[in-house]
């Protein structure tokens, strides 16, 4: 079983990108039957090498100084790979990595030997055996920055070159601070690179070249970055925000500077992860210490979420005028694929929000559901709101891959769209109402039914998920067919109170579930984040209602018929009026409220 050790060289210590980079990777060798530990150079306290050779001469293999080092070496000799992470500083690692790989000088002996072409230091206990990794991250998008670093890898393991198992070099790695789950795919990387480097070492084809991709276009890149750059520089960085320590300050000869744990007294912990609802984040558990501390940092940064894939050939301009304190007017140009964003307002904006600067940056924080925010009338917005419901895809992460989902339909060897099942679940309903209508023998009319009620039943149940209209359905017709198989006989007009009397009764009664009937089947027409929007719920409890008083109606229009049958006509115009208004309604209402709800003309509740 293989030992990792990984030294994380960042002075931002566990907040740092190197963190992010190392873990995936420590996970995915643990996954392979690896043991890993991690140590930071902002916990140890290690000195300067001195240069006194006294680890080569008095005390042979002992340095002079009795500190973290000690310790450090015990457990470099213990691994079978030592993966070494450090963010690029000036071209090469840091400064505290260095200083502690400079204290390893007691593991080589003194001794100048040739080793094929070059000059070296043997081990003092033989060949350096153990592996090595390099995870490096910088703050360009540039891997060339990395050469540097690449030649002081290949110089330290020269006597052996294939000691050097992978280098991971990140490019532009900052990102990764303010991506949240758009990175996932090169953390999955990572992981797969973890495994790969303990089971065969050395990394595949694919998951090196996955490693080597960009984490965002370069132009992208630095739009976001000078944009965070801009507003850290107008509102004071979060980084440096952390207390300087006494020890830091203090630069007494000697000292040693223990750096803070960055991000230790500014991050704030989301009460609520992000989620489907909120508009500006992709969903996902976010990174704490990385949340937008501006308007403009969180506007800004929103074309790095952008997931080209799910937006297809939209053309769309979404302007964000925020009111008040740390506001200001943007706006997101998505074309072509690509989203820009830009300061100040365009004339061609096709959705426009308002929002209190304060209400926004806490949805984009995760600290408030945009949804929900909408319902309350907390922002408002005007003009295409159809890019309100698909923002959750919109700005999901670039680099799924994956092309514009195609339209969910539930699973089953039917093609049929969601929708679709609404309409076949009033089959069974259908068949009864021209049977009986019709006068047709009690077989068409009622065992016909029961028998297509328990079908669709059985297949939902099978493929995916009855709602209460197919269940409920499937009891009514099961029941009634039995009792006519008994030999009874149910009156047109009974049935056709009893039928209705169900219907309305059961859409009324999904109201108090979680899902309104309606929702049920038209969920399948949006992302699948929607189908927890508040006011996607809400629109679809309305019309549920609005169709379940019309069957209640009908089912009273059925009684009256039956008791008073000479004004027949009459009921059956009023019978069959709601049916027609419900309709319409239907048609008309999923565009008008929400985008009503939208522009502030109603708080929802
Ligand atoms: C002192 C210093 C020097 C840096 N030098 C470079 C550099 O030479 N090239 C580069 O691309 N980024 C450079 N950076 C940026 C860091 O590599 C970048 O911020 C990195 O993402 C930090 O990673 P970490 O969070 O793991 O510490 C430097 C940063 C600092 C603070």
Sequence with gaps: MSNLLAINGSPRGRESNTERLLQPFLAGAREAGATTETIYVTDLKINDCRGCFTCWTSTPGRCVFRD?????????????????????????????????????????????????????????EGDFNSGMVLIANCGFPDRRHFSALEEHMRQLTKDRP????????????????HGGPAFDWYLAALHRA?????????????????????????????????????????EGNPLGAAETTAEEKNDAPGAIPVAPLADENVTTKNKQPPTATNPTRPGGEPDAGVLPRTCREAVLGMPAAFNPAAAGNLKAVLQISLSGEGGGDYHLVIAGGSCKAFEGRSVEATTTINAPADVWLRI????????????????????????????????????????APAPARPAGPLPL???????????????????????????????????????????????????????????????????ILAGQNLPGTAADFSGNLFLGATWLATLA??????AAYSRWNYPAGLATNPLFLRTNAIITAVWGEAFLFMALMALGMALIPEQKNLWLVLRYLPLVLAGVFT???????????????RKAA
């Design 68 to 124: 973290d080092m000690l310790e450090v070496l015990a457990k470099i000799k213990a691994a079978d790979i030592l993966v070494l992470g450090t963010p690029l500083y000036h071209y090469g690692m840091t400064a505290r990595l260095k200083r502690l790989l400079e204290r390893t000088l007691p593991l080589a002996d003194p001794h100048i030997i040739k080793n094929g072409d070059h000059y070296t230091h043997p081990g003092r």
């Design 162 to 177: 294939e000691r050097l198992l992978a280098s991971i070099l990140c490019a532009g790695g900052e990102i990764l601070r």
């Design 194 to 234: 973890g495994k790969e480097i303990v089971e065969q070492g050395h990394l595949s084809t694919e998951t090196a070249a996955t490693l080597a991709q960009e984490l965002v276009p370069v132009e992208m890149y630095l739009q976001m970055a000078n944009a965070y750059w801009d507003s850290q520089i107008k």
């Design 364 to 403: 984009a924080r995760g600290e408030l559901d945009g949804a929900a925010a909408l319902m309350q009338g907390l922002y408002r917005v005007t003009g295409d709101f159809g890019l309100m419901m698909r923002m959750n895809e919109l700005f999901s992460g670039p680099a799924t891959g994956a092309a």
């Design 417 to 483: 769209p969601g929708m679709a099942w609404l309409s076949v679940a009033f089959l069974p309903w259908t068949l009864n109402w021209l049977g009986t209508g019709l006068h047709l023998n009690p077989f068409s009319s009622w065992v016909a039914p029961a028998l297509l009620a328990l079908a669709i039943w059985l297949y939902r149940r099978l493929y995916n998920r009855p709602t209460w209209m197919d269940s409920v359905t499937a009891v009514y017709f099961l029941v009634t067919g039995l009792l």
């Design 513 to 518: 579930t979680e899902e309104p009937l309606t």
């Design 587 to 601: 048609a008309w209402f999923p565009n008008w409220y929400p985008a009503r709800v939208a522009a502030g003309g």
